[in-house]
């Protein structure tokens, strides 16, 4: 049967939750900054209308934070349970930052539902202002933290192994590991876009619907902008992220290129299908730009798949995963700056239906860049589960009851998220724009 193999299945399991966790995780690290910009600009602008933008993200978002909950302890419940040799090695390491994530969690959410239940009582907008910037640094702090686990594994550090186990444990040593950097930074810059990119496709769809014209058009020229911004820096992180592959998870950097030899002048493959000697059919290959991405010259050696023992490779599939990340944040870097560029010269077709049909269509893609994203992170560090330490069959629970797990957290997360997206339809559709802006004119701001 499917689920026969506890491995397979705890695999499986973690693959659900993580893949359902970082829709919430990315919303919990964008939107704050988002909230920030619009009451910013509203404040400067006297702008009634980014202050309602301010306002109704805030009163949405408070949705998604509660279901977060939930799926942020299903991770560290599921961590225990599945991977419980994992955890005996590395726990006393692993154990502050995911204290620290907790800590900031709760530290987002508890100045959000200050924010956002005071918003009548300042006189002054810029000192209710000041409250969202312990929420936007809480949701930073946390995606920080949980990014540092991630880190890890894949480059441990910061204890010494003896006779198998796990000694002069330094849990801050553990957390500023080599891959620390490019990592955080690569979590935030693509969490910040793909909300930005989810809110302007939000708005363009309101636009298309016939919404109030003036507030979803300054919504959507705001995050396109944005957006570009974040997705800009994304690229140039993501062009670091290439570089620290291929010096120190060269293997993970060859798999996702299908990159089997090593060579210089190194192309870089994307798409396609292998045939049967590996070797890439229908495929676009860009002459040089492997080894530009790993060693930013054109003609220098990339390691190749075959230099690394055929049970250390990572699957090939993650190949997909990063064409996928690429193709939609090269797609949404060209939509977002293509956009910025025509408000500024009055170019109509930015304003045009199909071009609003594609900023629609950018929302729900950013978010599959984010996953596949993550897929390649995690599918790409196989078959370790603490790099070069621990393999995931090591680590993996003997139970045999995790594939009743998986349908009961299958359960779980389908109540959660058709629940989140009524709540969402429910609480915008009896609070309209043109009603909260009806009664913000009105003098009734509650």
């Not at 939509?335 to 910025?340: A, D, E, G, R, T």
Request: glycine share 8%.
């Amino acid at each position: 049967m499917l689920f026969d193999d506890p491995v397979y299945a705890s695999r499986l399991l973690t693959l659900l939750t993580l893949s359902f966790h970082i829709i919430y995780a990315t919303i919990g690290v964008g939107v704050p900054l988002m909230i920030m910009i619009a009451q910013w600009i509203g404040i400067k602008k006297n702008d009634m209308h980014y202050l309602l933008m301010a306002r109704r993200w805030a009163k949405g978002f408070i949705v998604t934070v509660a279901v977060g909950v939930v799926t942020g302890t299903a991770i560290g419940l599921q961590l225990s349970l599945l991977w419980p040799s994992f955890m005996e090695l590395a726990g006393n390491i692993i154990a502050l930052p995911l204290f620290m994530e907790v800590f900031a969690f709760f530290f987002e959410a508890i100045f959000l539902g200050i924010y956002l239940y005071t918003w009548d009582r300042f006189d002054n907008q810029k000192k209710h202002f000041l409250l969202l910037i312990p929420v936007a640094v809480g949701g930073g702090m946390s995606a920080y933290f949980i990014t540092v686990v991630n880190s890890f594994m894949n480059s441990p550090a910061g204890f010494d192994i003896v006779n198998g186990e796990l000694v002069n444990a330094n849990p801050l040593a553990a957390m500023f590991t080599v891959s620390m950097p490019t990592k955080v930074a690569h979590v935030l810059s693509t969490g910040y876009m793909t909300i930005a990119f989810v809110l302007a496709a939000i708005a363009a769809f309101r636009l298309l619907q016939g919404s109030n014209r003036e507030y979803h058009k300054k919504s959507l020229n705001m995050l396109m902008k944005v957006g570009f911004v974040f997705a800009l820096a994304t690229a140039l992180i993501g062009d670091l992220s290439g570089k620290y592959l291929a010096e120190y998870q060269p293997e993970k950097l060859a798999a996702a290129e299908w990159h089997f030899e090593t060579s210089s002048e190194a192309p870089l493959v994307m798409w396609g299908v292998l045939d049967d000697n590996n070797e890439p059919q229908y495929a676009l290959e860009i002459p040089y730009a492997l080894s530009i991405l790993a060693h930013s010259w054109p003609t220098a050696e990339v390691i190749g798949l075959n230099e690394f023992p055929e049970d250390e490779q990572p699957p090939l599939i993650i190949h997909y995963f990063f064409d996928t990340m690429v193709t939609i944040g090269v797609f949404m870097l060209g939509l977002s700056f293509i956009y910025w560029l025509g408000i500024r010269k009055r170019w109509n077709f930015v304003e045009s239906k199909w071009y609003r049909w594609l900023i629609v269509l950018g929302g729900p893609l950013s978010f599959l860049a984010i996953e596949a994203g993550w897929w390649m992170a995690e599918v790409g560090r196989q078959p370790w589960i603490l790099r070069g330490i621990m393999t995931i069959d090591e680590a993996a629970t003997t139970s045999d009851y995790v594939g009743i797990m998986f349908y009961l957290f299958v359960l779980l997360y389908l109540i959660l998220g058709v629940g989140t997206v009524v709540v969402l339809r429910k609480m915008f559709q009896r609070s309209p724009i043109e009603k909260d802006i009806e009664n913000y004119q009105g003098g009734d701001q509650k």
